[in-house]
């Protein structure tokens, strides 16, 4: 019998593969647990506890009627993700769950699920010794600290012993900030990276060889900056996997490329390493004010210079928007259009969002600005016209239900950095 089970989806999966390769490399024997993304097979495996991983959009959907399921069968619940990491009392008190993992994992699920082992799967107070855990203990709420792994490539990207892969996190922790972003405040904010014989041996698994990593040109570096020598050094000792007929996609989905780093002599590297001939930036904004306001550092000149780099040197600019920011005024909005419909004329795709208020983040608690009719009527006519692409539409509705959630549950954030800043 099969005592833990693995809650896989489509949105959690590339987490749970480099989980469970953390875990097989700590001696956890994956044999001992069910993996699967079909619900049915888990109620009826009958196991002792679940894991679930997720994001707060997420707690909308079927979430909520497979956790009362579980529960009515007596099964121990774990949730890690974003979610519980940044709002852990209302992952336990609303959701349901037993125990939230707060931090990154590798270490803290290996010895949360070897002490659940020990205690026939019951709460106890030998969780108390592990770090990154939040639970109930004789009713009184218990925070054991936030979970670091500073050395995040100790650990492989995915097991051996279950045919799963993913593409591999090749860096970690963001030093931007952003305020709407969840990523430096739950991953930090410097950038930690894998090196590149990992990188390497890790790949040959790999068909298409993509990587998770928010700024995909700063490999190498702290993070602002760009080291163009390491950045060379990775793609090069790529290549022998290339020439064995892999193809390598770099700075593509899923990572991205911030805009100021997009330059002759990075375009050039992707042309002499790299298959790929998109590449994706985040904009956010046409307003110099507005990217201020949400700490993205880069101006409007460092998008329109990146995506004439991109256009001169062949690549298909794929550019991100994020539509109705808190505080936004309607000229604000005027000026994303203009930046819009310049990245379109110009032969770029643009990507358009609606803020939504992520729990974590310093605007957690900001209130997304209506859309002006101009804007609106823009959205929907290049979106008839395939010109733009995206989900605003339905994230509109999810924003209204994120801020229902904030007013109402609002806790202060578990958070990789200590303190996250209040802007709003």
């Known amino acids: 019998m099969q005592e833990i089970a693995v809650r896989m989806t489509r ?35 009958r196991p002792k506890v679940v894991l679930y991983s997720f994001f707060t959009e997420e707690i909308w959907g079927s979430l909520p009627q497979e956790v009362r399921l579980l529960k009515e069968r007596g099964v121990l619940l774990i949730a890690g993700g974003y979610h519980a990491i940044a709002m852990p009392k209302h992952t336990l008190d609303q959701l349901g769950f037993d125990i ?34 939040a639970f109930y203990l004789n009713g009184e709420f218990v925070f054991t600290g936030f979970s670091k792994v500073e050395d995040f490539w100790r650990f492989p990207p995915y097991p051996e012993s279950v045919r799963l892969i993913s593409p591999i996190e090749i860096t970690r922790g963001c030093p931007f900030g952003c305020y709407y972003c969840q990523t430096p405040y739950i991953k930090g904010l410097r950038m930690r990276h894998r090196p590149i014989d990992q990188i390497v041996k890790y790949s040959r698994r790999m068909k298409d060889m993509r990587y998770i990593t928010p700024n995909a040109f700063a490999y190498g570096s702290p993070g602002a900056i760009l080291k163009i020598n390491k950045l060379e050094a990775l793609l090069k000792a790529l290549q022998p996997l290339r020439k064995e007929g892999r193809r390598l996609f770099y700075g593509t989905f899923p990572s ?68 109705g920011l808190p505080n936004e005024t309607p000229e604000s909005q005027r000026k994303s259009i203009e930046l819009m419909e310049w990245i379109i004329k110009k032969g770029g ?10 729990p974590g983040t310093p605007w957690a608690r900001c209130k997304p600005s209506p859309l002006s009719e101009e804007m609106k009527k823009f959205l929907g006519r290049m979106a008839a016209k395939g010109k733009i692409e995206g989900s605003w539409g339905k994230q509109i509705e999810l924003s209204r239900k994120l801020q229902n959630l904030m007013d109402e549950f609002y806790e202060e954030p578990m958070s990789y950095i200590g303190t996250v800043r209040k802007v709003c």
């Open 11 to 45: 949105r959690n999966h590339n987490a749970f593969v480099h989980l469970l390769g953390a875990l097989e490399s700590q001696g956890f024997d994956l044999g001992e647990m069910l993996i699967t993304k079909d619900f049915n097979e888990i109620l009826k495996a």
């Open 100 to 133: 939230a993992v707060i931090g990154e994992g590798e270490e803290v699920l290996y010895h949360l699920l070897k002490t659940l082992k020990r205690t026939n799967y019951k709460i106890t107070r030998e969780l108390l010794n592990i770090t990154g855990l």
């Open 256 to 323: 991205e490329v911030r805009p100021e780093f997009v330059l002759p002599e990075t375009l050039e590297l992707l042309i002499d390493y790299a298959d790929n001939r998109r590449l994706a930036i985040g904009a956010q904004s046409g307003d110099d004010a507005m990217l201020r306001a949400m700490h993205r550092i880069h101006k409007v000149e460092h998008v329109q210079k990146a995506v004439e780099y991109m256009l001169e040197y062949g690549f298909e600019p794929v550019v991100d928007f994020i539509v």
């Open 349 to 358: 795709k643009v990507r358009a969002h609606y803020f939504m208020p992520l």
